[in-house]
């Protein structure tokens, strides 16, 4: 039936792009201009160097600094900190790529890799607070709110999993016996030992395996893309719109702004951000409320992006689908409760978050690019992972304390 119904869309996809060539291109072109100038910079750089701190056998040694606050935390393993810190800063889809590596390694199960690859699939702080916050909205504090619903209702999704597994938890013997410092320097070697490569032929894998699971990424945006443009000619909004009108909740208008916004957002979340702040000004919270949505569902494009890089898996697709309707319904829900009072907190601080600011009061596509933000990233992927690993010694220092 998937495979039908895949053959489906790509024979209308076919169809529209010979009825509608001129509107096609184009769409496509503002395709590749969301790849090249937000999701390219933003992934290339973190997927080079998580193959190559894979090889090298870093990934391990970091792993098993970061054992015993995340077995303890969410029952994952040490190696996952470095996934998780991925996702929180570069954004989706770049973790699911390094997941799928490490299950079909062996180095995660299969609970594990599937509860990873929810927990990283989210929109990256530089995204949400310059681009949607500064950018679209014009303003950092809406931004950094949204940005702290988007991780929060993440976290929460995550620990709700972590307390339903059922796999028992490991237990933490490696430090116990050798202490972590020890046991992160024999994981870095024994890691390192078993890849073997060069660094030349590591650095030549990396870039090139790097780069063609970016353009693979970059062909489901151009995809959508079109078929966005193509759903936008055929009239379908209005054919959905017209049973929901008949309830007269909303006008016909304002119902027309909204499937226009929302639309968009449940195929790609980039397009469907752009497309609900500009289609009105928005003010209201259930507005912000859908926006979060949308931010936490990531769109189609995205989640056929993931199961493209984990097709060569055992993991279930189903489950990572239920996650995403987790994170979206709790985002969507938490909105409305925090709201008043988190942005009047963030109001009353001086300057949120400014250095995301960048000087710029709004974004362009054609003009805009996360390229000057490629440092700061990594910056702030290399204080999350400062952070983690610092906590994680602490837990170890007081775990074995307390045993004695």
Not at 157 to 173: C, D, F, G, I
Not at 215 to 228: K, N, Q, R, T, W
Not at 334 to 363: C, D, H, I, M, Y
């Amino acid at each position: 039936m998937s495979t039908l119904m895949l053959g489906i869309c790509a024979l209308l996809l076919i169809i529209s792009m010979i009825l509608f060539p001129d509107q096609a291109f184009k769409a496509s072109l503002q395709g590749i201009q969301l790849w090249w100038k937000l999701v390219f910079p933003a992934l290339l750089p973190f997927l080079i160097i998580t193959e190559i701190m894979r090889g090298i056998g870093a990934l391990h040694g970091i792993g098993a600094l970061l054992e015993p606050l995340l077995r303890i935390l969410f029952r994952l393993p040490g190696i996952s900190g470095w996934l998780i810190a991925l996702g929180f800063t570069a954004g989706m889809p770049v973790g699911a790529a390094a997941i799928s590596t490490l299950r079909c390694e062996g180095q995660l199960t299969r609970d594990e890799a599937e509860r990873l690859l929810g927990a990283t699939h989210v929109l990256s702080p530089v995204f949400l607070i310059t681009i949607v916050g500064v950018g679209f909205l014009h303003s950092a504090t809406i931004g950094l709110a949204l940005a702290v619903i988007h991780y929060g209702s993440m976290l929460l999704v995550l620990l709700a999993q972590r307390m339903s597994s059922t796999e028992e938890p490991l237990p933490l013997t490696g430090f116990r016996r050798k202490g972590v410092f020890a046991h992160a320097l024999e994981a870095f070697r024994a890691a390192g030992a078993r890849d073997g490569r060069t660094f030349g032929k590591l650095l030549g894998d990396a870039v090139s395996v790097s780069v063609q699971q970016s353009f693979i990424i970059g062909g489901y945006i151009m995809m959508f893309s079109v078929l966005l443009k193509v759903i936008d000619l055929s009239g379908l909004l209005t054919v959905l719109s017209s049973p929901i009108a008949l309830l007269g909740v909303w006008s016909s208008d304002e119902l027309n702004q909204m499937m226009a916004a929302l639309l968009p957002g449940m195929f790609e979340a980039h397009l469907g951000a752009f497309a609900f702040t500009q289609a009105e000004a928005v003010t209201s919270v259930w507005q912000y409320a859908l926006l979060s949505l949308v931010l936490a569902w990531g769109g189609l494009s995205a989640i056929t992006q993931v199961r493209s890089l984990t097709v060569a898996t055992d993991l279930r697709f189903k489950r990572f689908l239920k996650f995403r309707l987790w994170h979206a319904g709790i985002a969507f829900i938490l909105t409305p409760l925090v709201w008043e009072p988190l942005n009047s907190w963030l109001t009353r601080q001086k300057e949120p978050l400014s250095a995301f600011n960048g000087g710029q009061s709004a974004w362009a596509l054609d003009q805009g690019t996360l390229w000057p933000f490629v440092s700061p990233m990594m910056l702030q992927f290399g204080t999350i992972l400062l952070l983690l690993v610092v906590v994680s010694i602490f837990t170890a220092f007081l775990f074995r304390r307390g045993e004695r």
